[in-house]
């Protein structure tokens, strides 16, 4: 098995009724746990690499990583860029082996976003590769920047069909709710299925991808809070809210927070247990057999795509 697109993933999805799993990957411990869960229950797998991932631990290095879970796995893998900024970013992604980029242009006006998206559509058709936009404005923090709860925006139905026909786009990530990071809510969280409800209706049998998706578990939260740490009120979107929006058009749920929470959970409790320990094997065994619990149970109990690799 090679990389591939989440083009026939997608269509699967819709039709099953189930979402993909898109995960965020850093390193080797968190590709190796995320890859070895999918292994085991047959999912098929979007790993995605943001700018800041890309900075920290290098393009070929993670491309390097991923060809040897491929290896080891003989699972089906779309390698992604997620939350790509510009045109020059996404090329550089496409023309370094990626098979899927998001360009990000949920920043900009209507017409900009359209403009730009269409310019890396064009650019990624032509090698083979697909392309995910965003309308509407997450609140929450990526990279450096962070959208305030007021500058968020809800996607409007009424722009999709627009958007998506003058850009040829692949899938459109959308504003419902979800927030980056552990803070999604304040008080009850709440999504606005009548949003999506209506997108769906504009653009029939078309893959939506939802950001912001991860549960906050609280076994982490409380295992950070216990060792030392300091997240109250740290809260995300229920499972049973990801299973209704993986049941309607959205076929690829982002996860990053969880698996940083389950990480640095795993770390904390192991140093708090074995003070003199220095080994980083010794605390990162643990952390990446967290990380492959975590992303089982996802698989199989939310995302619903064991089995369809
Ligand atoms: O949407 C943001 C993802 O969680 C990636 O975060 O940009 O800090 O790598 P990062
Ligand atoms: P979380 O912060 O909820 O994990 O969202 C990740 C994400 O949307 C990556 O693009
Ligand atoms: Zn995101």
Not at 68 to 93: N, R, W, Y
Not at 254 to 276: C, H, Q, W
Not at 294 to 309: E, I, P, Q, R, Y
């Amino acid at each position: 098995m090679a990389l591939v697109t989440s083009k026939e993933m997608f269509e699967k999805a819709y039709a099953g009724g189930y979402a993909i799993g898109a995960f965020n990957v850093n390193n080797m411990e968190i590709i190796q746990g995320i890859t070895e869960a999918a292994k085991e229950v047959n999912a098929p797998l979007i790993l995605q690499v943001s700018a800041g991932a890309r900075k920290y631990a290098n393009h070929t290095y993670l491309m390097k990583l991923i060809e040897a879970a491929i290896q080891e796995t003989g699972l089906p893998i779309c390698v992604h860029l997620d939350h790509g900024d510009t045109f020059e970013l996404c090329k550089s992604c496409i023309d370094g082996g990626f098979t899927s980029v998001m360009i990000d242009g949920s920043h900009h006006s209507f017409e900009e976003n359209i403009a730009l998206t269409k310019k890396v559509v064009e650019y990624a058709h032509d090698k083979g590769v697909v392309v995910e936009a965003e309308l509407g404005r997450l609140a929450g923090i990526e990279d450096a920047v962070n959208v305030s709860a007021e500058d968020a925006a809800f996607t409007r139905p009424e722009e999709v069909e627009e958007f998506v026909s003058r850009t040829g786009v692949d899938s459109l990530a959308i504003a419902i709710g979800t927030s980056h990071g552990a803070y999604k809510f304040k008080t009850e969280p709440k999504l606005r299925f009548d949003i999506l409800e209506e997108i769906q209706k504009k653009l029939p049998n078309f893959p939506i991808v939802l950001h912001g998706a991860s549960s906050v578990i609280p076994e982490y939260v409380d295992m950070i809070n216990k060792f030392g740490g300091e997240m109250p009120g740290a809260m995300g979107v229920p499972a049973e809210m990801l299973r209704k929006a993986a049941s309607m058009a959205v076929c690829k749920i982002n996860i990053d927070s969880d698996l940083r929470l389950a990480m640095t959970g795993t770390v904390r409790k192991y140093f708090a247990e074995n003070p003199s320990h220095f080994d980083p094997r010794q605390y990162l065994s643990p952390a990446r057999a967290a990380i492959k619990e975590l992303v089982k149970d996802k698989l199989v109990n939310v995302l619903g795509c064991s089995g369809k690799a």
